[in-house]
Every structure is written in structure tokens, then in C-alpha cells.
């Protein structure tokens, strides 16, 4: 059933009661920052907000490097993104790195990420091929306010940075899964 509510400003708007079915086309947001307002659900003590305000897919482009700002690898890349809220969730593939123009002894940067880290450092899940073997498993962490995770080395007894001197050139590749919260 459909019912209409003038509102302050004269403009009509339209309240439903049941199902809701569009039969063609989308529904459309006409104002950003507005969304499916989740209000009548009895919220969790901590809750921070129950609007869902933002849905997005896409690609970046994630670059190797041997600092934050520091000399570009050359590698085959994709990076895809999907964002649902302020929850966004990255696939990268690196492939073919070559490293020459790099400091060999330096920590590895992946760059470019598509939005900025604001909650908690983020761990990075990582499966590496043609990498010097070391004396744990390679992962990454993603710095709040930045766009880069950082590769480490992690055993049970801690961790160390992983370095470019551990990539064979022109055949190392990484594959990696985030999913990190933005602003």
C-alpha cells in the first residue's frame, strides 16, 4: 500500500507498507551520503551507525616498492576492489616483478591501495612464488592513514621486514586478500 506524506518543504514523500518491487530498472540514490537506513533494528551497544551509504567496485593499480615513496618495480598487475559501506575488501596480484633500480637490502611496499586505512592496522594475507625461502611466513600489514601495506616475515617468535634482495627478479610473484575499513 502506498501512502504519500507532504513534507516541510512541500515535496511529496511516498511511505510503503509490504514489499517493495521494482520491475525494471535500479533504485537511485538522489542525494549522496544517503542510503538503507537500518534505524528500526535494535542496535548493539558500541554501534556507530546503521545507514548503508556507499556501494563500489573496481580496479587500482598496486605498485611494488622499495619504500613508501621510495623506486617503482616493473611487474604485471591487477588489483580489484569492492567497497559496501566503510568495509573494503582488495584482491592484488603481482606478477613478473622485476626489481632492477631497487635497494636490495630495502622492505617491501605495496603502494596504491584505493582508499586510505582509518581503523586498525589491517593484516595482509599473502601467497608468494619464487620468493627466497625465509624463516616464516610473508605477510603484510596495512599502516593506518596510509595507502600501502608492508611485507614482513612472521615466526612464532616475531617478525622482520621482508627485502627486495628476497625477490628473484623477473620471475617472483605475490598474491594477496585484504579487507580493511576506510573513512
Known amino acids: 500500500m502506498l501512502k504519500t506524506v507532504s513534507t516541510a ?4 514523500s511516498p511511505t510503503f507498507s509490504g514489499n517493495v518491487t521494482l520491475s525494471n530498472g535500479n533504485l537511485v540514490q538522489g542525494t549522496a551520503g544517503t542510503g538503507v537506513n537500518f534505524t528500526a533494528n535494535t542496535p548493539t551497544a558500541g554501534m556507530t551507525s546503521q545507514l548503508l551509504n556507499w556501494y563500489e567496485e573496481g580496479t587500482f593499480t598496486p605498485v611494488l616498492r622499495d619504500a613508501a615513496s621510495g623506486n617503482a618495480a616493473t611487474a604485471t598487475t591487477i588489483g580489484r576492489y569492492t567497497r559496501i559501506g566503510r568495509s573494503v575488501e582488495i584482491q592484488i596480484e603481482l606478477t613478473s616483478i622485476n626489481t632492477t ?5 630495502n622492505t617491501i611496499y605495496i603502494t596504491g591501495l584505493p582508499f586510505t586505512c582509518s581503523s586498525i592496522y589491517t593484516p595482509v594475507h599473502v601467497f ?3 620468493v627466497t625461502s625465509t624463516t616464516g611466513a610473508i605477510q603484510g600489514l596495512i599502516y593506518v592513514g596510509q595507502t600501502y601495506m608492508v611485507l614482513y616475515n612472521n615466526t612464532i617468535t616475531g617478525h622482520s621486514s621482508s627485502i627486495v634482495s628476497q625477490l628473484t627478479s623477473g620471475s617472483s610473484g605475490f598474491f594477496m586478500q ?4 576506510t573513512s
Open 9 to 12: 518543504n512541500g515535496l511529496v
Open 101 to 105: 633500480g631497487l635497494t636490495p637490502t
Open 128 to 130: 608468494n612464488d619464487t
Open 178 to 181: 585484504a579487507n580493511y575499513i
